[in-house]
């Protein structure tokens, strides 16, 4: 499920920036406000750009291998090992590893250290918070960790208990800018707002991180648009400091001040977006999709509505559901398109509607020129999926006219070429991109396939094990390692 969270997050907050167009707003039109989130959205995309998985031809999911190693390792070895797959994302195997150092020399505060950071990227607080107990008793005075651990209590909605702990922190005079980040931050969680204003201005004053500053920036920005807007109500400063929250990833604090919101006023729309914006990316999917339905009840033509009940939908597998309301967006007039036709096309892809799928990947070519990574799927499907090597065969070379000194573009035209049996210039033009980019594992797969199409076992098998050395873990390893095993069976 995570797939989702790392391409479109930019765009939802995007989305969420603009939702100061309610009823708190005066003298500031419905039409600007939609204007200026339409600018900032169409600003956003062109930062998007597909993972380096969507460059290779994604026909299966992929098994995660674990490095071969002995089952005696040392301490050090463990860490590395863990460290190895921290780096690639493998959270799980990682925490695996450090647990097995920590039991070789469970006195060293090192691999309790990596572990907390695991189980906090997997969303297991109570096992970050055991982990960080253990650290306190052999070093209670341990920044770090009684940082960590104030995070964790955020985490689990323990606002009072990170509270006490930062305050002790701040007391002990070893605190940074982060913990007065985080003392604002839980003030603002607690609805003492002024105080998390003073906070948030200290930890500026003080920090040294431009990550962080951003992050502050995000906040403070709710306080700026309040005193520019002058509402009155004070619930509507709540609902910009929520959004805040949403912005800096903070879901369960958002998530607690909009039910104080909503509980004073129950109408809100955009509120009701914020929170379902907020279990969303928890993926708390149902709580998500009853926050969006509350949302569109109020308002059925607000575009941004309709988006976020696609995504929701399409994560909870409801695919039909999620093609409604996500074209209900379309023509609703939701900005930048290419995001609503990139998620169209994923969407009918997963239901094996070609025809349709392969349409909205060329809408999104229209709309978004910048990206050659665009042109993969399209070419793909209309290889292998339609069986029309001639339409893949002309997006291959507007691809190369777009990106003329680009490796993936010689590989998309010696791909298609491949398909039409045209295996001079195929070779030619998969061999340039390997020129270009020595390393692109997917030109060494389909240089394969040409060779083993013309009888030339040998060099198929070499270029096979070339992919896989590349793209070990990937589908284009994946795929090689299993033509070169039937041809080694042969």
């Known amino acids: 499920m995570k797939k989702f969270f790392a391409a479109i997050v930019g765009i939802a907050l995007a989305v969420l920036v603009a939702l100061s167009v309610n009823a708190y707003q005066k003298g500031i039109s419905m039409e600007e406000s939609w204007n200026a989130a339409k600018n900032y959205m169409s600003a956003k995309i062109a930062s998007i750009r597909p993972s380096k998985e969507e460059a290779k031809k994604p026909l299966e999911e992929v098994t995660v291998v674990e490095p071969e190693g002995e089952t005696n390792l040392s301490y050090d070895q463990r860490i590395e090992k863990g460290d190895y797959f921290m780096e690639r994302g493998f959270l799980t195997f990682a925490a695996n590893e450090y647990v097995k150092a920590a039991n070789l020399e469970p006195n060293r505060i090192e691999p309790y250290l990596k572990l907390i950071k695991a189980n906090f990227d997997l969303g297991d607080y109570d096992k970050a918070k055991r982990n960080a107990e253990i650290i306190l008793k052999l070093d209670p005075n341990n920044l770090e960790t009684r940082l960590s651990l104030a995070q964790v209590l955020i985490k689990q909605s323990d606002f009072s208990g990170a509270q006490g702990l930062l305050d002790d922190l701040y007391s002990s005079g070893k605190a940074d800018a982060r913990v007065n980040y985080y003392r604002a931050l839980v003030q603002i969680a607690l609805g003492n707002h002024e105080d998390g204003k003073k906070l948030l201005k200290e930890a500026k004053a003080a920090s040294e991180d431009d990550f962080l500053d951003k992050k502050i920036e995000k906040m403070l920005a709710g306080y700026n648009e309040f005193e520019f807007t002058k509402a009155a109500e004070e619930l509507y400063l709540a609902e910009l400091l929520a ?79 999620a093609i409604v309301f996500l074209n209900y967006a379309l023509d609703n007039g939701f900005e930048p398109e290419a995001v609503l036709h990139k998620k169209l096309a994923d969407l009918y892809l997963d239901r094996q509607q070609y025809a349709e799928s392969v349409e909205s990947y060329k809408k999104v070519l229209e709309l978004n ?54 295996y001079k210039n195929a070779e030619k033009n998969l061999l340039k991109a390997l020129e270009l980019n020595p390393n692109l594992a997917a030109a060494y797969y389909n240089l394969g396939r040409l060779y083993e199409e013309n009888g030339n076992k040998g060099e198929a098998m070499k270029v096979y094990q070339k992919a896989y050395d590349l793209d070990q873990n990937g589908s284009i390893g994946n795929m090689s390692a299993k033509r070169y095993n039937a041809l080694t069976a042969q």
């Not at 903070?250 to 509120?271: C, G, P, T």
């Not at 399209?378 to 999926?385: A, K, Q, R, S, T």
């Not at 029309?388 to 997006?395: G, H, I, S, T």
């Open 243 to 321: 959004r805040g929250l949403n912005e800096v990833g903070e879901y369960e604090m958002a998530i607690s001040k909009l039910k104080d919101v909503l509980r004073e006023r129950s109408d809100l729309r955009d509120a009701w977006i914020l929170l379902g914006f907020a279990y969303l990316n928890l993926e708390k999917y149902y709580f998500a999709q009853t926050a969006f339905e509350r949302a569109y009840e109020l308002d059925s033509e607000w575009p941004a509505t309709q988006y976020f009940l696609g995504i929701t939908h399409a994560e909870l597998l409801h695919f039909d559901d």
């Open 369 to 422: 020129k910048e990206d050659v990574n665009a042109f993969v799927r399209p070419v793909w499907i209309y290889l292998d999926y339609l069986n029309n090597p001639d339409e893949a065969l002309k997006l291959a070379e507007t691809a190369l006219a777009a990106f003329p000194d680009n490796p993936l573009a010689y590989n998309l035209l010696g791909w298609s070429q491949l398909y039409k049996k045209d």
